[in-house]
């Protein structure tokens, strides 16, 4: 019995140490295909008033695009892969290791971010319809939008059944760039566009009202922290002037 927990601890340590790779991994072909089509979106705007380019201009687009139809398939490869993973009632535990939870409360909240931002929303905007994207870039932003959104509902539903659930809610309102009304426009638009399971928005809005509960939670806890060590040093001021 020792001797099969010990491998079953070893192999949940290995899983987790894989799954933070791979949400880094997430991370990486996805920002990097992402600002590679956004050099190729201020590169085409800057060819609409010019009646000429440069081969060398020519030939860098085309490995730009090249490398970021490479990278947004590695990105998709591996959130489906995630996914697959977090659906896991045996494995999706892991992504709530200590180690692990922090990375994937990042990999969602940056994921979101980088693919609604306003500065995104431009750059698709200059590379053509949405329907143009998805077939010259295998880029399929809501499908992205969907995949991490069910990845982070998944992870949140293996958190909760947990008997000190909170963790996942806990650590997105720990990541400085949380904002809770990106993760509402994605859930809108999963809502507006009907797109994946019925269920995934209600469990969406559960998660950001928790993560939204625990930020306030954290916000008093500093406001407080604060008092008090102004209160500290008030109360050393007085001690000196008495001495």
């Known amino acids: 019995n020792l001797s099969r927990d010990r491998v079953r601890t070893e192999s949940h340590a290995l899983f987790a140490s894989f799954a933070s790779c791979a949400l880094g991994d997430l991370m990486y072909v996805l920002s990097d295909a992402l600002d590679r089509l956004r050099s190729v979106a201020e590169i085409r705007v800057s060819k609409s008033s010019q009646t000429d380019v440069s081969e060398d201009t020519a030939r860098f687009v085309k490995n730009q695009e090249r490398t970021a139809r490479g990278f947004l398939r590695n990105a998709t490869e591996t959130l489906a892969l995630l996914n697959l993973i977090a659906g896991s009632e045996t494995v999706a535990p892991a992504f709530l290791e200590p180690n692990v939870v922090g990375n994937a409360a990042y990999a969602a909240v940056?994921?979101?971010e980088t693919l609604l931002s306003e500065k995104s929303d431009a750059s698709f905007a200059a590379l053509g319809s949405e329907a143009k994207i998805k077939e010259k870039y295998a880029f399929d932003r809501d499908a992205l939008v969907l995949a991490i959104c069910a990845f982070a509902a998944k992870v949140d539903g293996a958190d909760k059944k947990r008997a000190n659930g909170g963790d996942f809610a806990n650590a997105l309102a720990t990541?400085?760039?949380y904002d809770s009304a990106t993760m509402e426009r994605a859930r809108a638009s999963l809502i507006a566009k009907?797109?994946?399971?019925?269920?995934?928005?209600?469990?969406?809005?559960?998660l950001i009202d928790r993560a939204d509960a625990a930020r306030a939670r954290m916000k008093r806890a500093d406001c407080v922290a604060i008092r008090g060590e102004a209160g500290d040093e008030t109360n050393g001021v007085e001690e000196n002037l008495f001495d």
């Open 110 to 112: 940056r994921f979101l």
């Open 194 to 206: 009907t797109y994946g399971p019925a269920a995934l928005p209600p469990l969406l809005r559960d």
């Open 175 to 177: 990541e400085s760039d």
